[in-house]
C-alpha cells in the first residue's frame, strides 16, 4: 500500500559515507537530484556516478560518433560541480538499453567496486506522474540497478566476478529513486540549488537542441519548480524527494 501523496516526506538517513548513482544518460541527475548530491559531498560523502550509456542518441542534430564524446564531456564537468570526481560509463546502447542479466552484472560489477551503503537511481516505473510515457532506457536502468543491489552481495549469482577481484558486497542499505511518483524522503535543496543549476547548465549542447528558451532561465525555473514541488511536502523547504527502499 502506497502512502497518501499528502504525507510528509522524512529525512534521508546521512549515517553513510559512499553513494553509488546509477542512470541510464549524462543529464539525468542533474534534472533529478544533483541538489542533493551537492550537499552530500559538502558534508565529506563520497558520491559517484555510473552511468549506462554516453546519451549518444540524445541530439537529433548530431551523429552518435559525435554526440556520445561530447556528452561524456559535458557530464564530467556537470559531475565536478557538485564535487563528483568519478564518472564511469558501461557503454551499452543509448536508446536500445535492455534489462536483462548483461545490465545487472554490469551494474552489480560496479556496486562490489564502489561498494556504497546508498544506491541512487531514477525513476523505473512506466510514466511520470501518471501523465508522461518513461523511456525505456530509464525503465530497465532502475530496474536492474533495484535488482543488482542484491545481486552484489551474492556470491552464486554472477561468481564470475569474483575472478575479476570484485568480491561480494552486500553493504547496501538503501535504494533511493529519484523522480518516483510516491517518494517518501527528501534532502533540503537550498543549499545545493545554485550548483545544481549550474550542473545543469553544463550540457548545454543538450539543453540548447532541447529547447530556443535562455539555458539559464530554463535551468532554474525547472530546478527551482521541481524543488518548490517537494518541499510542499518537506516544511515548505526547497527539497529533493526520494522513493526510499531499504535493504
Request: aromatic share 8%; proline share 6%.
Amino acid at each position: 500500500m502506497t502512502q497518501p501523496r499528502t504525507s510528509p516526506l522524512q529525512p534521508m538517513p546521512d549515517d553513510w559515507q559512499r553513494a553509488l548513482a546509477v542512470v541510464a544518460h549524462p543529464d539525468d541527475l542533474e534534472y533529478g537530484c544533483a541538489a542533493a548530491i551537492a550537499a552530500w559531498t559538502d558534508g565529506g560523502r563520497e558520491v559517484v556516478y555510473v552511468l549506462a550509456t554516453r546519451g549518444e542518441a540524445g541530439i537529433d542534430t548530431l551523429d552518435p560518433e559525435k554526440c556520445g564524446p561530447l556528452r561524456e564531456r559535458e557530464q564530467r564537468a556537470s559531475a565536478a560541480v557538485v564535487g563528483v570526481s568519478t564518472v564511469e560509463f558501461l557503454d551499452h546502447r543509448d536508446g536500445v538499453i535492455e534489462y536483462g542479466t548483461a545490465l545487472r552484472r554490469d551494474i552489480a560489477a560496479a556496486i562490489r567496486r564502489h561498494r556504497p551503503e546508498l544506491v541512487i537511481t531514477l525513476n523505473h516505473r512506466d510514466t511520470w506522474g501518471g501523465a508522461i510515457w518513461n523511456t525505456p532506457d530509464h525503465v530497465a536502468v532502475g530496474r536492474a540497478t533495484l535488482d543488482a543491489a542484491a545481486d552484489a552481495g551474492n556470491r552464486w549469482i554472477f561468481p564470475e566476478l569474483a575472478g575479476q577481484d570484485l568480491e561480494p558486497w552486500n553493504g547496501v542499505r538503501w535504494v533511493a529513486v529519484a523522480g518516483s511518483d510516491t517518494p517518501t524522503h527528501a534532502v533540503d535543496a537550498g543549499p545545493g540549488l545554485d550548483r545544481a543549476v549550474r550542473s545543469l547548465l553544463e550540457h548545454r549542447t543538450y539543453i540548447e537542441a532541447l529547447t530556443d528558451e535562455d539555458p539559464e532561465t530554463y535551468a532554474r525555473d525547472f530546478l527551482t519548480s521541481t524543488a518548490a514541488a517537494a518541499g510542499e511536502r518537506f516544511g515548505g523547504k526547497p527539497a529533493v524527494a526520494f522513493e526510499l527502499f531499504g535493504r
